[in-house]
């Protein structure tokens, strides 16, 4: 079999959420490298309408839609947009998302509980609602959603967060099975840490937590943004043609331990 990626994507659209910045920005310039339409979505305006002046500067076609994926009626719009603009959807990167707690389990708020889960899991099931109507219609499509090892092993003074990714891992996996003979194929990445603002904010706030988290990779350094989106774009790809349900980690080798 014989693989081409930018033929296969040449002329299809992709939709980026979380596209404002870190590994949502690196993956929408991925996807518009490789020559699919983008869809660049934040609730960050300025951060995405950076990403489509990136991509456009670099000979990419891109387009922004403000979103908070945590609202119904502003995920509906935004992949009413993405069909208005592109006429149909092939892909998307379901990868915005929140980290903000510090706490030991028994210590974290209420306000933090309901804050994660809205962003992380009711924002990711709310993108496959409005998208795989989509999709059904086309005929197929491909998923990627942003979960993280902390959705396949514990996360210490992130347990929230952890119980997050876990779910965007049981929605992925439900997703797969229910779609598989309507060719929409659904998969998660599960980064380690990658060199983001997410993690310099928790670096700077905790220095010692910075250092350990460089050490607790085999590999002996963190993940690149570029890392995260080239697993996408397989994922995507045809060469990922009989890859669904997966979770897949990539994370230096942290998970193998
Ligand atoms: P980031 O903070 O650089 O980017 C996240 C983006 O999501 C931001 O642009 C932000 O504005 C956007 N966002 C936040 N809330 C939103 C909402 N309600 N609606 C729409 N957009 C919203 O972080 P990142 O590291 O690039 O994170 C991307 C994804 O990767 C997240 O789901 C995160 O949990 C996951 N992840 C990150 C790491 C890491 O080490 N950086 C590791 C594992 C998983």
């Keep these: 079999m014989k693989i081409n990626m930018k033929k296969?994507?040449?002329g299809h659209v992709a939709l980026v959420t979380g596209a404002g910045?870190?590994?949502?920005?690196?993956?929408?310039?991925?996807?518009?490298?490789?020559?699919?339409?983008?869809?660049?979505?934040?609730?960050d305006t300025p951060g995405g309408e950076e990403t489509v002046t990136q991509i456009k500067a670099a000979g990419g076609e891109a387009s922004f839609v403000r979103c908070n994926v945590s609202r119904d009626e502003e995920v509906k719009a935004l992949v009413a947009a993405t069909v208005a603009t592109y006429g149909r959807l092939d892909y998307a990167f379901n990868n915005a998302g929140i980290d903000i707690e510090k706490n030991r389990l028994a210590d974290g708020s209420e306000a933090e509980f309901d804050a994660i889960m809205d962003v992380n899991v009711k924002?990711?099931?709310?993108c496959m609602k409005?998208?795989?109507?989509?999709?059904?219609?086309?005929?197929?499509?491909?998923i990627v959603n942003t979960a993280s090892v902390a959705g396949l092993i514990a996360a210490p003074?992130?347990?929230?967060?952890?119980?997050?990714k876990h779910a965007v891992i049981g929605m992925t996996k439900t997703a797969a099975v229910e779609y598989g003979k309507k060719h929409i194929r659904v998969n998660a990445v599960c980064p380690a840490v990658i060199d983001t603002d997410?993690?310099?904010?928790?670096h700077a706030a905790d220095q010692k937590k910075g250092a350990f988290a460089l050490a607790m990779h085999p590999v002996g350094r963190i993940g690149k943004v570029e890392e995260i989106a080239a697993a996408v774009l397989y994922l995507c790809s045809d060469a990922a043609g009989f890859t669904t349900g997966v979770a897949l980690p990539v994370d230096g080798g942290l998970t193998a331990i």
């Design 123 to 126: 924002g990711v099931w709310l």
């Design 157 to 164: 003074k992130m347990g929230i967060y952890s119980a997050s």
């Design 130 to 142: 409005h998208q795989i109507p989509v999709m059904l219609a086309q005929g197929g499509g491909a």
């Design 21 to 43: 910045n870190g590994i949502g920005r690196a993956t929408a310039l991925a996807f518009a490298a490789s020559g699919l339409k983008v869809v660049v979505s934040d609730i």
């Design 198 to 202: 997410m993690f310099r904010r928790a």
């Design 8 to 10: 296969q994507f040449s």
